[in-house]
């Protein structure tokens, strides 16, 4: 596997290698040594699985401490924008926001620690799973509105489909003051 640093502290992209035959592929998707040797030594203690149709937009989704939550995200079929902002105060990089094509052809990953808000627009219809850091706690859910214009975020796609929830998640400012 390839582990690449981003610009932003503590993402990291992973390309694993992927061995072709007459039959079709084999790849590993995630091996607790070999992480932890590239600085993701936490234990995942939930998976999770969804199917979204090309043009779908879910986020940006984080919990708040204690509840937070490190995400290792990946597809496994079709392609996402995957996007991360960070929510970390005091972090150097703070309130910035990254974006990752994640395709599952190409099966690529994005390790996502505690402290950043995640979401995603299918671009095609994909099946996107991650493992989690810490289980889903319903109280310390929380999130910013996908459209926020201080963040002004690319999607990619002209008419995105938004539930009512994510549609009235609040903007970065009023989410921070629950961080800070």
């Known amino acids: 596997?390839?582990?690449?640093?981003?610009?932003?502290?503590?993402?990291?992209?992973?390309?694993?290698?992927?061995?072709?035959?007459?039959?079709?592929?084999?790849?590993?998707?995630?091996?607790?040594?070999?992480?932890?040797?590239?600085?993701?030594?936490?234990?995942?203690?939930?998976?999770?699985?969804?199917?979204?149709?090309?043009g779908v937009v879910r986020g940006l989704h984080f919990q708040k401490e204690p509840f937070a939550q490190g995400k290792l995200v990946q597809v496994i079929t079709g392609k996402v924008l995957d996007v991360v902002v960070d929510i970390r105060p005091g972090s150097s990089t703070f309130g910035q926001h990254a974006s990752f094509i994640l395709d599952g052809e190409k099966g690529n990953m994005l390790y996502v620690p505690e402290g950043f808000a995640h979401g995603f627009a299918a671009l095609e219809?994909?099946?996107?799973?991650?493992?989690?850091?810490?289980?889903?706690?319903?109280?310390?859910?929380?999130?910013i509105v996908w459209n926020d214009p201080q963040l002004a975020i690319n999607w990619q796609l002209a008419n995105p489909v938004v539930s009512e929830k994510d549609q009235l998640l609040p903007t970065f400012q009023t989410a921070i003051h629950v961080l800070t």
Request: with cysteine; charged share 25%; proline share 4%.
């Open 1 to 54: 596997m390839h582990f690449q640093q981003t610009p932003i502290k503590g993402l990291i992209e992973i390309t694993p290698r992927v061995f072709f035959d007459e039959r079709g592929f084999f790849l590993e998707t995630y091996q607790q040594q070999v992480f932890a040797d590239h600085g993701i030594p936490y234990r995942f203690v939930q998976d999770n699985r969804s199917f979204s149709k090309k």
């Open 125 to 143: 219809d994909t099946v996107f799973v991650y493992k989690c850091t810490n289980f889903y706690n319903k109280a310390a859910e929380s999130g």
